[in-house]
C-alpha cells in the first residue's frame, strides 16, 4: 500500500503549551514528510521553556487554603496583572533530579561541560538550543503572550479562542487537530485539615504552596514547617535548613524515609493546625509549638481551563488527579485529533515527550493508523485494571516509563515508519542502567548537598547550589 503523501489527515494543527513537550510535539510534525498548512505553538508567557523559564512575582499570586477544587484556580493580589498570573513552580536554586545525559532530546546534547545535575539556567539554554533544531519548514509559528482560554469542537473542526496576555485582545482561530502540551505544575493542591483555614485567614502570608517558594534565605531565623517528603520537599527543606532556626518536615509514614537531613526534625501527618498558639498536633499527638511558615510541598491536579467551557469533552476526573478517557496514554478514546504530551508523573520528561510526539505527528500526517473507537474503549479500560485509575493511572516510574517508551517505538517499527520523522531518543543498555540508578545516585547527590549545607550554616551564610 503506498500512501498519499501530499495531504495530510489533518492540515491545521494547534498546539498549547510552548515548554518541554509542546517543543517536542512541534519539532516532531515539522520532520514530517506531509505538508501541514499550519502549526501553531500557543505559550502565554512571553518566552518559550515552559516550567524551566524562571520569571514572576510569586508573592503577587496565592493558593487557595486549602485547595482541594481543581477548577478553582489561585488568588491574584489587587495589583496583580494578568501577566503576574503566569509564574513558573521553579525556584531560584534549583538542580534537576535526573542526570542530563538522561534528559537529553533525540540529536540534542548538553555541552560537554556540563554539570552532572544541570542547573535551571543551563536547562534553559538546553531548551533553547533545541528550539533551534526545530526545522523552520511545515510552518512551525510561535505565539508568545498569548493564553488560550477555551477549544470547542464545532462542525468537525476545534475552535480555539486566544486572549493576548499584555493586551488583552481576543482572537478566534480553527484547527483540525489540537495537542495539549500544558504541563501540570500549575494548580496547587493543599489538603483539608482541621484548623487550617482559620490559621490562613487569621496569620496571614504564613502559609505558601512549593509553587510560591522562591528563595531559602528568607527564611533565616525562622521555625519553618514543610508538608510533603518528595522531590520538592526534600528539595525545598534542605535548602531552608541553612538558614533557619529550626525545620521540620511532615511525611506520611516516619518508617519509610528514603533520605533524612539531621538538620531536620521529621514528624508524621498533621491533625490539627492551632492559629493562636502557633501549633501543630500529629496523628501520634506530637506537638509542634512557634511554627512562623507552613509550606506545602503537596502536589497538583491536572488543570486544563481552556476545557471548562467545553461540555462536550469532560476530560479531567471529579478530584483532578487523572485525565480520562486516553489510548496509550495519548489519544482521546473518541475524538484523537485532541491528544496529550507528556501526562506521565515520575519519568524522564523530555524522552517521553518526543516518544509519544513521533507516534502523534504520523497518526496527523497520516503515516500511522490507530485502532478502532472500540479497541482503543477496551485498551483503555485493560490499561484502567493494570494500573488504576486516579493518580496511579499516569505514574510511569521505573522500569515502567522504559517500557512504555520502547513499545511506542514499537508501535512505529512495525509499521516500518521510523523514517523519516522525529526517532525519539533509544536508550542502550548503558543509559537504562542510569536509568534504574537514578533513585540512588540522586540520594549520592542530596547527602553532597547537605553536607554543604551544614558547612554554609556554620560560617552563617545563606543558601546557594554547590557545583
Given at each position: 500500500m503506498t500512501l498519499d503523501l501530499s495531504t495530510p489527515r489533518f492540515k491545521r494543527i494547534a498546539i498549547i503549551g510552548g515548554g518541554p513537550s509542546g517543543l517536542a510535539a512541534a519539532k516532531a510534525l515539522a520532520l514530517e514528510p506531509v505538508k501541514f498548512t499550519k502549526?501553531?505553538?500557543?505559550?502565554?508567557?512571553?518566552?518559550?521553556?515552559?516550567?524551566?523559564?524562571?520569571?514572576?512575582?510569586?508573592?503577587?499570586v496565592h493558593p487557595e487554603v486549602p485547595s482541594t477544587d481543581p477548577g478553582a484556580g489561585e488568588?491574584?493580589?489587587?495589583?496583580?496583572?494578568?501577566?503576574?498570573?503566569?509564574?513558573?513552580?521553579?525556584?531560584?536554586?534549583?538542580?534537576t533530579n535526573i542526570i542530563y545525559r538522561l534528559m537529553q532530546y533525540a540529536n540534542v546534547s548538553f555541552s560537554k561541560d556540563e554539570l552532572v545535575y544541570p542547573h535551571r539556567e543551563q536547562v534553559l539554554e538546553y531548551i533553547d538550543k533545541?528550539?533551534?533544531?526545530?526545522?523552520?519548514?511545515?510552518?512551525?509559528?510561535?505565539?508568545?503572550?498569548?493564553?488560550?482560554?477555551?477549544?470547542?469542537?464545532?462542525?468537525?473542526?476545534?475552535?480555539?479562542?486566544?486572549?493576548?496576555?499584555?493586551?488583552?485582545?481576543?482572537?478566534?482561530?480553527?484547527?483540525?487537530?489540537v495537542i495539549v502540551a500544558n504541563g501540570h505544575f500549575n494548580n496547587p493542591f493543599i489538603p483539608q485539615v482541621s484548623g487550617l483555614a482559620e490559621w490562613n485567614e487569621k496569620l496571614p502570608n504564613t502559609i505558601l504552596h512549593s509553587k510560591n517558594f522562591q528563595t531559602p534565605n528568607v527564611f533565616r531565623n525562622k521555625n519553618v514547617l514543610v508538608i510533603g517528603n518528595a522531590a520538592s520537599g526534600v528539595d525545598?527543606?534542605?535548602?531552608?535548613?541553612?538558614?533557619?532556626?529550626?525545620?521540620?518536615?511532615?511525611?506520611?509514614?516516619?518508617?519509610?524515609?528514603?533520605?533524612?537531613?539531621?538538620?531536620?526534625?521529621?514528624?508524621g501527618l498533621i491533625n490539627e493546625y492551632d492559629y493562636r498558639n502557633r501549633l501543630v498536633t500529629t496523628i501520634d499527638e506530637k506537638i509542634v509549638k512557634d511554627i512562623d511558615v507552613i509550606i506545602f510541598c503537596t502536589g497538583y491536579f491536572y488543570s486544563m481551563p481552556f476545557l471548562k467551557l467545553n461540555s462536550n469533552l469532560n476530560v479531567l476526573d471529579e478530584d483532578g488527579r487523572q485525565v480520562k478517557d486516553l489510548y496509550k496514554q495519548i489519544f482521546n478514546i473518541d475524538d484523537p485529533s485532541i491528544s496529550f504530551?507528556?501526562?506521565?508523573?515520575?519519568?524522564?520528561?523530555?524522552?517521553?515527550?518526543?516518544?509519544?510526539?513521533?507516534?502523534?505527528?504520523?497518526?496527523?500526517?497520516?503515516?500511522?493508523?490507530?485502532?478502532?473507537?472500540?479497541?482503543?474503549?477496551?485498551?483503555?479500560?485493560?490499561?484502567?485494571?493494570?494500573?488504576?485509575?486516579?493518580?496511579?493511572?499516569?505514574?510511569f516510574s521505573y522500569p515502567l516509563d522504559v517500557e512504555y517508551r520502547q513499545h511506542l517505538q514499537e508501535l512505529i517499527d512495525e509499521k516500518n515508519i521510523r523514517d523519516p520523522g522525529l526517532v525519539a531518543p533509544i536508550w542502550d543498555a548503558s543509559l537504562i542502567k542510569d536509568r534504574s540508578e537514578t533513585k540512588s545516585c540522586k540520594s549520592k547527590r542530596l547527602h553532597q548537598v547537605v553536607e554543604h549545607v551544614k558547612r554554609l550554616r556554620s560560617e552563617g551564610k545563606d543558601f546557594e547550589l554547590p557545583q
Open positions: 502549526i501553531d505553538v500557543f505559550e502565554r508567557r512571553d518566552r518559550l521553556g515552559g516550567l524551566w523559564y524562571h520569571n514572576g512575582n510569586k508573592a503577587l488568588i491574584l493580589d489587587k495589583n496583580a496583572t494578568k501577566t503576574d498570573e503566569f509564574f513558573s513552580a521553579i525556584y531560584q536554586f534549583m538542580e533545541y528550539v533551534k533544531s526545530i526545522p523552520k519548514k511545515n510552518g512551525v509559528t510561535f505565539y508568545l503572550d498569548s493564553n488560550v482560554n477555551s477549544i470547542s469542537k464545532v462542525n468537525n473542526a476545534w475552535q480555539v479562542q486566544v486572549e493576548n496576555v499584555g493586551s488583552d485582545v481576543v482572537s478566534q482561530h480553527e484547527y483540525d487537530a525545598i527543606s534542605t535548602q531552608i535548613s541553612t538558614v533557619a532556626n529550626k525545620v521540620y518536615v511532615s511525611v506520611r509514614d516516619l518508617s519509610k524515609l528514603d533520605f533524612k537531613n539531621d538538620l531536620i526534625e521529621y514528624i504530551v507528556a501526562l506521565l508523573k515520575n519519568v524522564v520528561p523530555m524522552p517521553i515527550a518526543e516518544s509519544q510526539s513521533a507516534l502523534i505527528a504520523r497518526y496527523y500526517s497520516g503515516r500511522y493508523e490507530l485502532p478502532s473507537a472500540k479497541e482503543r474503549q477496551i485498551a483503555y479500560k485493560e490499561e484502567i485494571k493494570k494500573k488504576g485509575s486516579g493518580s496511579s493511572f499516569h505514574d
